[in-house]
């Protein structure tokens, strides 16, 4: 089983990069997600842990950047 308690944090640990990544704009989280993605692919050699890993990335782009772009807009408008 690849749901380990271990490869469950490890999944936490791209959310946080991510979300520390957000708070510094659109282009530190393009970043962060490419760097990760990077990282995925030239670690993680067994591919239900990478299909698994860049889910969980791309996922976590997906709604920090909604929330970045919400917030650069509500910033625009004042």
Known sequence: MILTIPVL??????V?????ASRFGK???AVCTALCLLWTASHIFLMPLAVLQTI???????????????KEQAASTN
Request: a positive charge; glycine letters at 4%.
């Open 9 to 14: 944090l490890y999944q936490i640990l791209f």
């Open 16 to 20: 946080v990069l991510h979300y520390i």
């Open 56 to 70: 969980v990335i791309l996922t976590s782009y997906a709604i920090f950047r909604r929330g970045v772009a919400a």
């Open 27 to 29: 282009r530190a989280l």
